[in-house]
């Protein structure tokens, strides 16, 4: 888990209806939209509220106001901070630990990009260079038209492992060109305060 790091208290501020359901329906909109990129909705959720509000919140604080169990809301925010997009935050004065979203987008899309994304490719390129090599070897014993199958099939696998190669070379570019060349986009994604 990252750094604990240590905040001042914000004033609790009761919101009127109309910013809550505002905020409902962009925290709604962060859990589909990432749900769509493969995580579960309920990390978009979590995140989105963290986001969204001005001061660190509890895990009681989350639970309560998205409606989640305890287990739940710990499991969520234990993910988030493995991700380095939630952190755990001490407040003076408050014994309890505080959670406060990153806003660092750029961060955030690396972070899981180096993660996730480096995972999966390197996963998938070990894996074909295993079904290649046992296609390999029992390709030595075939004849005829099994031979000629499994030569077929070799060629396809060394294809997929070719475009996997491809994809980390590509993944590796991303992640060290861009942080240099994006400054000008870059801006879009800094914390705002």
């Known amino acids: 888990m990252p750094p604990v790091t240590k905040r001042e208290s914000a004033p609790a ?14 925290i709604g909109t962060l859990g589909r939209i990432t749900q769509f990129w493969g995580f579960t ?10 986001y969204l509000s001005r001061a660190p919140l509890t895990r009681e604080q ?6 989640i169990s305890a287990g739940g809301a710990s499991m969520t925010l234990q993910e988030l ?5 939630v952190q755990r935050v001490w407040v003076r004065g408050d014994r309890r630990v505080h959670f406060a ?3 660092d987008f750029w961060r955030m899309i690396t972070n899981v990009l180096n993660e ?14 295993g079904a290649l090599a046992s296609a390999r070897a029992a390709r030595r014993a075939l004849r005829g038209s099994a031979r000629e199958e499994a030569d077929f099939v070799i060629e396809r696998m060394e ?11 590509l993944l590796d570019l991303l992640l060290t060109t861009l942080r240099i060349d ?6 879009l994604f800094r914390p705002s305060r």
Do not use: C, M, N
């Open 159 to 169: 294809r997929l492992h070719t475009v996997y190669s491809a994809g980390q070379k």
């Open 182 to 187: 994006i400054t000008k986009v870059r801006s």
């Open 81 to 85: 901070a493995e991700w380095g997009i």
């Open 41 to 50: 909705y309920g990390l978009g959720r979590v995140f989105g509220l963290l």
């Open 62 to 67: 989350i639970q309560a106001r998205l409606g």
């Open 101 to 103: 979203a990153e806003t």
């Open 13 to 26: 501020v009761e919101l009127p209806a109309e910013l809550i359901e505002a905020q409902d329906l962009a």
């Open 116 to 129: 996730r994304e480096r995972r999966e490719i390197r996963t998938a390129t070990e894996q074909i260079e």
